[in-house]
Every structure is written in C-alpha cells, then in structure tokens.
C-alpha cells in the first residue's frame, strides 16, 4: 500500500511540474549556445504588479508548456530601486548596451537581435506573439 501512495505521489508531481515555467538566469541561458530564442521575463523584488503578472500569467499551463518547449526561459530579479537591468552582450544600433529600467518587462533574445516590451503581458498575448515567433522558425 505504501508503494501504492508513493507511485501516485509521484506521478501527480509530475505532473505539476509540467505545467510550471523552467526558469533559468540569463548567463545560464546564453551559456546554453541553443539555438532556441531567449525569453526574458524581468521583475523588481517589491513590485506588486510583477509579483501578480509572475503569479497569474506564468501559471498558465499553456504558457509555461509553450516557453519551455520553444524558448529558453529565463528570470531576472532585480533587488533594489533605481536600478537598471543591463544585458552586456546586446547592443542597440548605436551601439549602446542594452538597458531598461521598467518592470515588470518581457524580452525576447534571438542571436544578437532583441525585442523588448515594459509593463503587464497577459499570458494570452504572451501565448500569440510567442506563437507567431515559433512559426517564424517553421
């Protein structure tokens, strides 16, 4: 019985997980030398609209099924106030280092090539620009 429950415990965690984002810092991504593009979500530590955007978009099975399959998905908190967030290895077209300050933000890192949108995305946005980037690649 016990080996009973201990099978069931486990499948159903499994099953959890599967719908959960695979979050990964960004130098862990770029260290990845995938192929696959990189899907940055950025937060700031006590921003309450990150915290809701982080609880109630990246929980969408969907979502989180489309960025782990498709996309290097990766997490960046940043600790305190008045910081920026810079992204050394991207460059705009004056050559300048990547850098935003507006949180919550979504970037999306293909190569050298990157877009970024500051402010809430809900995850059925989310799910349709990221489709449309996934049949691109087809």
């Known amino acids: 019985m016990k080996h009973i429950f201990l099978i069931l415990m486990l499948a159903f965690s499994g099953l959890a997980a599967a719908d959960e ?21 950025a937060k700031m530590r006590f921003c309450g609209t990150c915290a809701k955007m982080e609880e109630d978009e990246f ?8 960025l782990n399959e498709s996309f290097i998905p990766v997490k960046e908190t940043i600790n305190f106030a008045f ?3 810079v992204f050394d290895d991207l460059k705009d077209k004056n050559g300048n280092t990547l850098k935003f300050s507006g949180f919550p933000s979504v970037m999306l890192v293909m190569g050298n090539n990157y877009s970024v949108n500051q402010g809430y995305v809900s995850a059925e946005m989310l799910k349709t620009q990221l489709t449309r980037v996934t049949n691109l690649d087809s």
């Open 21 to 41: 984002v695979n979050w990964l810092s960004y130098e862990e991504a770029r260290a990845l030398n995938s192929d696959k593009p990189i899907f940055v979500f």
């Open 83 to 85: 910081s920026k967030f």
């Open 59 to 66: 929980s969408d099975p969907e979502l989180a099924k489309l």
